[in-house]
């Protein structure tokens, strides 16, 4: 442990960064369900009122990687300091917007101080724990990060709802004036941290910006703007590609680069990497389609459909005490596989339902996810910083944070985008199957024609109504089975992920007490 974390219990470490990460967790997902309010407030579209969650992700998106560089140049300490105090002051001017444009505006000044705060508390959280006691940190931190993206659409709702939906941005002010005393009191930088006056990486910190911004804005509103269909998204889509790799090969020749890949020469850092990547993928791909199918199929409104997700949150909430004390005794590499098998499992489980489905069918599939979630998260991150030096633990948590975030964006975009297709082959194929002269057709359609004219509709327009009924019938189960296709398909990406677990190598353990 670090000489100048000994006079602080690491727990009360462990909360003061908790409460800067939870809070800006759980900004990337409170303001969906309140943007038709803020579009009807400022007398713009929702699709104008997506610009505030838009601007708010590519900002943290390009801030997150360039945050191991920004410790070591200004200090940790000092960085999450103004990282905190930025992100609670632009809190409030959001929430006190007088418009659209400044509200994005705002948000973007948010988005790229809070793009900090969740590397920079990682590597605050590992360096104050012994390595033997990081399992139990890493679960702790990860309630912040599993459950803060379920709990925001449900708190947002309820804010919005009850107050208004600037509440959703006042919330943070408690929270973050909090974590910004406890940080000024009991965090420190250790002393191999050493601020550095290095050369800045103006190429490097240009095409960072320029390439992670491209793919951010690509991946958020490509299935909004049709893909490639849009001129715009073809050309920052070759923008991001072209640039990426530009900066790849530059940040590997660079004498101070901005991000330190080379952290990916370690194997069980890599691997964890790429798992952490399509845990993300898995985790918001599905938490943007179960809310979807609840509300569109089951005819729950935006409320009861993220109070339907709260299981997940209820099951990563009981199990991550009882992960963290497992990865300090059992091997985590047993607890990650474990992990995929029981989210991909639940995740097949809600592949099976049918549109009889009732509320328990959902809850249970949800309690026993979020327990899956908890057991990839901790032990996950714990093995893959297990071997990184203390020394490039920014950068390293600062990667891990980026990919685990880039999953996500890449999640909800193909899950959006494969929602929407296969309805409409699927449809396609049903429709098919739909004919005048099919039997249990006419039967079906004789039976709503009868239901509508002992209900005092006349024989025309309850033949119209039938074929309407009909035809809504043919929709909805195109949409189920669409739905059921998709959770097959993330539970079937987690199973094929199994093997990649055998390519990570197990924590050592320190050799006594300390």
Not at 418 to 443: F, I, N, W
Not at 456 to 461: R, S
Request: net charge positive; with cysteine; proline share 4%.
């Amino acid at each position: 442990m670090p000489e100048s974390h000994r006079h602080v219990n690491p727990w009360i470490v462990a909360v003061a960064v908790m409460f800067a990460t939870f809070m800006e967790v759980l900004d990337t997902t409170v303001v969906n369900v309140s943007l038709p309010h803020i579009a009807s407030s400022m007398a713009a579209t929702t699709e104008e009122a997506t610009w505030a969650l838009t601007s708010y992700l590519v900002a943290n998106a390009i801030i997150l990687p360039m945050t191991g560089w920004l410790a070591s140049t200004f200090g940790r300490k000092r960085l999450l300091m103004l990282s905190t105090a930025g992100f609670t002051l632009a809190s409030f001017l959001c929430g006190a917007a007088p418009n659209l444009a400044s509200l994005v505006i705002f948000r973007i000044v948010q988005g790229m101080t809070g793009g900090a705060l969740q590397p920079l508390s990682q590597a605050v959280l590992l360096e104050s724990f012994k390595p033997e006691e990081r399992g139990r940190a890493m679960g702790f931190w990860g309630l912040g990060i599993v459950v803060a993206p379920i709990l925001g659409p449900v708190l947002g709702g309820w804010l919005t709802e009850n107050y208004s939906w600037r509440w959703v941005f006042y919330i943070n002010l408690p929270v973050g004036i909090a974590s910004l005393v406890m940080t000024k009191l009991f965090v420190f930088d250790p002393p191999y941290l050493r601020r550095q006056s290095q050369g800045i990486d103006y190429w490097g910190m240009g095409m960072l910006a320029l390439g992670i911004g491209s793919l951010q804005y690509v991946l958020d509103t490509g299935q909004r703007d049709d893909w490639f269909e849009s001129s715009v998204i073809t050309v920052l889509s070759v923008i991001a590609a072209v640039t990426l790799v530009v900066l790849i090969v530059h940040q590997l020749r660079a004498a101070h680069p901005i991000v330190d890949l080379r952290v990916f020469k370690n194997r069980s850092y890599a691997v964890g990497v790429f798992l952490m990547t399509v845990l993300g993928f898995v985790l918001y791909g599905s938490i943007v389609l179960l809310p979807i199918m609840l509300q569109v199929l089951f005819r729950y409104t935006s409320f009861q459909a993220g109070e339907a997700m709260a299981p997940r949150g209820v099951g990563s909430l009981l199990m991550m005490p009882l992960v963290g004390y497992l990865t300090s005794h059992v091997d985590p590499r047993k607890l990650v596989a474990t992990g995929l098998l029981l989210g991909g499992g639940t995740l097949i489980w809600l592949g099976q339902l049918n549109l009889n489905a009732g509320y328990w069918d959902f809850f249970w599939a949800q309690v026993f996810q979020g327990a899956g979630l908890a057991l990839l998260f901790v032990p996950l991150t714990t093995i893959a910083m297990s071997t990184i030096a203390r020394e490039r633990m920014g950068y390293a948590t600062s990667l891990f944070n980026l990919m685990r975030n880039l999953g996500g964006s890449i999640g909800i975009a193909i899950t959006g985008t494969l929602l929407t297709r296969q309805r409409q082959a699927v449809g396609a194929r049903l429709g098919e199957q739909v004919s005048a002269y099919d039997p249990t057709t006419q039967a079906l359609f004789a039976q709503i024609r009868r239901g509508l004219m002992a209900a005092g509709v006349d024989a025309a327009t309850a033949t119209e109504r039938a074929y309407a009924a009909l035809h809504g019938l043919l929709l909805q189960q195109a949409s189920m089975v669409s739905f059921v296709m998709l959770f097959r398909m993330l539970g079937g990406l987690f199973l094929l992920m199994l093997p990649m677990v055998l390519l990570m190598r197990r924590p050592v353990r320190s050799a006594g007490p300390h």
